[in-house]
């Protein structure tokens, strides 16, 4: 039996007749079905923990977008935007919604973007109690009147246990993900992942912000200090953009998508926020795991037999998470927004050990890598990767990004120039050597290199402050405050000039050999933000 509804809502105007509907429960209430229902246990933290099935993580290849008059001549078309057919689209939608009149279903009304002017209205629609909870932790929560003459503008329809039929469906396989920008609707089927959720949406937002509304969207974490210096960390997985934009002397605006308007401020496009929790300690990062309690949600992770996470364990994926609404966490931006940014980093955990930890960017270097969006695979963590292998992901969000990524490197070279924001690259991988020889950087050194960048102590980019990297051309500081001058230079800790060299230039060639895709359309300035080449 369903717990009562705030109020009745209906859902004819998807197709869906039957009145068995659960309208924006409260996450308590949430919690408590999924327990009922055996879907989830409960962790001695009071956190919920589930399983999501087959899939513990996004599926970039069963990702689509219907290809129409208004994504035909936008979408940047290929193995990453892989178009789908409104036909099709129709077809599978209205399998789905006969699925879903037969179930039970969980609605949320929410909003994305915490600055009014580009807010949102978004319906979510749920198979499963959980992933309605999920909804309520990372989108925007209205209050009671925000909700009395609310209508949505796109609607996310969640069928986890829908399986398609390829041949029959145009999908690949039995999961999908499919945005339809004429009928705004974002169709999941197939995976429990909730991952997939809240990315549908904010690939809609990279669309529409940048296409309709002239602001530049982001996949970054960002933080404010105490005199208003606004932060951005933009990072892919593992490279710690969330555990370093959680802050105990600055307040957070958010982990993980953001817009850069016009008006020169910096907002949130979430309500939560969805962290790796892979290895997490109180000592290491105690904001985040102080935030696991009643209401968060706990992805794929190990209990024992008194409900105690094992955050190290990965039986089951290395891809354990956590969501919790951003009030979890006690020094947060209200509202998410910020001004234009001073510093912004871009984060990558270089399993080859020869980048610095921390260099300068020059801003055609700045929009060269922000294009490649590189970090690094290391042995274990997919299927076959036996050693470091390089990782592109442009604009750090490739799978995200629905344009070309020339077009959002150009939104950001102009808005960096003229808010006259600092650029750096942080390596929080490997030092020493590569991975299995080196070891990782310590957090305490990437953190002291950041506070250092963003209270100015690292001086003015001159030669006597900088030396110019030989291969990557980037300008690493001789000295920090509080971290090991021999740390600062790659080439020094490994102790062999001729293994680092030759590393080094294999990844630069890797770095050209990934660019070569952008060059068509993207300036001969930014090209010359590139590293050398070297043909052994």
């Known amino acids: 039996m369903l717990k009562k509804s705030l109020k009745p809502v209906s859902l004819k105007p998807y197709g869906i007749t039957h009145t068995n509907i659960a309208y924006q429960l409260s996450s308590s209430e949430l919690h408590d079905i999924t327990l009922e229902k055996g879907m989830g246990k409960e962790a001695s933290s009071g956190a919920l923990a589930i399983d999501t099935g087959d899939f513990t993580g996004r599926s970039p290849k069963d990702r689509f977008i219907v290809k129409d008059s208004i994504t035909a001549d936008e979408i940047w078309w290929g193995d990453v935007n892989i178009p789908f057919e409104p036909a099709k689209f129709d077809l599978l939608y209205d399998k789905v919604i006969s699925y879903l009149n037969e179930k039970e279903l969980y609605v949320r009304d929410c909003f994305t973007c915490a600055d009014t002017d580009y807010r949102m209205n978004l319906r979510v629609i749920n198979e499963y109690p959980w992933s309605n909870m999920f909804a309520y932790n990372m989108f925007i929560r209205p209050t009671e009147a925000e909700l009395k003459d609310f209508e949505p503008e796109w609607t996310v ?93 600055r307040k957070l605006i958010g982990d993980d998508e953001h817009g850069w308007t016009d008006e020169n401020t910096v907002f949130n496009f979430e309500g939560g926020c969805y962290a790796k929790v892979i290895d997490l300690s109180r000592d290491k990062e105690p904001e ?36 919790y609404p951003m009030f979890h966490i006690d020094n947060i931006e209200v509202p998410s927004i910020g001004k234009n940014p001073k510093n912004i980093f871009f984060l990558t955990a270089d399993a080859f050990g020869v980048l610095p930890p921390m260099s300068r960017l020059t801003p055609s270097q700045a929009a060269y890598h922000f294009i490649s969006g590189y970090t690094a695979k290391v042995a274990g963590t997919e299927a076959g990767v036996v050693e470091p292998t390089p990782s592109f992901s442009a604009c750090f969000g490739a799978p995200f990004m629905p344009l070309h990524p020339a077009r959002y490197a150009e939104m950001l070279s102009k808005k960096m120039k003229e808010a006259k924001v600092n650029v750096w690259l942080v390596n929080t991988g490997w030092t020493g050597g ?4 080196g070891k990782r950087m310590e957090l305490k050194y990437t953190r002291a290199m950041i506070n250092a960048a963003l209270n100015g102590d690292l001086g003015s980019y001159t030669y006597d402050t900088y030396h110019i990297h030989s291969v990557f051309g980037v300008a690493q500081p001789r000295e920090c405050p509080g971290v090991p001058t021999s740390v600062l230079s790659p080439r020094t800790t490994w102790n062999d000039d001729d293994a680092y060299y030759k590393a080094a230039f294999k990844l630069s060639n890797a770095f050209r050999d990934n660019f070569k895709k952008f060059e068509p359309l993207t300036s001969e300035e930014v090209k010359r933000g590139g590293p050398q080449r070297y043909d052994f």
Not at 297 to 318: C, H, K
Not at 434 to 437: A, I
């Open 157 to 249: 329809i969640n069928a986890p246990g829908f399986m398609a039929v390829g041949h029959e469906d145009g999908t690949r396989q039995h999961n999908f993900a499919i945005l339809n920008f004429t009928r705004k609707i974002a169709l999941i089927g197939g995976t429990g992942y909730t991952g997939e959720i809240k990315k549908g949406i904010f690939s809609a937002l990279n669309f529409i912000l940048p296409v309709q509304k002239s602001t530049l969207p982001m996949h970054c974490s960002s933080n404010i200090g105490k005199n208003g210096d606004t932060a951005i960390f933009f990072g892919l997985s593992g490279t710690g953009k969330t555990t370093l934009s959680t802050d105990p002397e």
């Open 288 to 323: 985040i795991y102080d935030a696991i309690k009643k209401g968060a949600i706990l992805e794929n992770v190990v209990l024992d037999g008194n409900g105690i996470v094992d955050f190290a364990d990965t039986s089951i994926t290395q891809n354990t998470r956590v969501s």
């Open 434 to 437: 590569p991975y299995s020889v």
